[in-house]
């Protein structure tokens, strides 16, 4: 769902995937995203496209509430946009129809292509644990009602510790965090962990 927002039909999610894997478009909310606001001609010029172009595809990302007007920057056919504050959790893909799925896929991929080079570049620019770029890898145990809780939990500090861009401090930098949990196989951990049980049980050290 969207934050604040009703939830969305799977149409409006079909488009929404579409929007958001279209090249053109993700350089225009990635522009939008670094410099606060521009028009038309502004990301014409910048991205190397037509201002008719680029007018089009504003007032689609702002049919779908991604950007929205400035009204007191705007006048007569100049019209100058920002981005709007986005969240969105992709549904289980099992009830999703086929259009949706196969554009989930598809942005999906697109999204895996840049989260790799971007953990490639957070090991490179990598300074020490006081530095811009961190990285953290853990293995830990959970059940599937605390991993949820500690979602909602690092939605809240993310939330804490963040700033809107117009309210940001001198020396702020934007920053791109990802996180992501994934179980390992059921089979081969539960059979380490009986087997850690029973060592432990019976006085006996664990393999290694």
Do not use: C
Not at 138 to 145: D, I, L, V
Not at 188 to 195: G, I, S
Request: proline share 6%; charged share 30%; hydrophobic share 35%.
């Amino acid at each position: 769902m969207t934050d604040g927002l009703p939830e969305m039909t799977s149409l409006e999610r079909t488009a929404l995937y579409k929007s958001l894997g279209n090249p053109l478009r993700r350089r225009m909310l990635e522009y939008l995203g670094r410099h606060g606001e521009a028009n038309s001609t502004v990301l014409a010029r910048e991205l190397g496209e037509s201002s008719g172009t680029t007018s089009y595809h504003l007032r689609k990302l702002a049919e779908q509430r991604l950007i929205e007007e400035i009204p007191e920057k705007s006048g007569g056919r100049e019209r100058w946009w920002r981005v709007l504050p986005f969240r969105h959790t992709t549904p289980d893909p099992a009830g999703m129809a086929p259009e949706e799925y196969a554009a989930a896929v598809e942005l999906a991929n697109l999204k895996i292509e840049f989260d790799s080079a971007l953990y490639r570049r957070a090991h490179m620019e990598y300074r020490g644990p006081e530095g811009w770029s961190q990285v953290q890898r853990h293995q830990t145990w959970m059940t599937r009602e605390e991993l949820l809780a500690f979602m909602r939990e690092y939605h809240a500090l993310l939330d804490r510790y963040s700033h809107p861009r117009e309210e940001a401090p001198e020396d702020a930098r934007s920053l791109l965090v990802r996180f992501y949990a994934v179980p390992e196989p059921l089979g081969d951990r539960n059979e380490e962990r009986n087997a850690d049980r029973n060592a432990d049980r019976n006085g006996e050290p664990a393999a290694g």
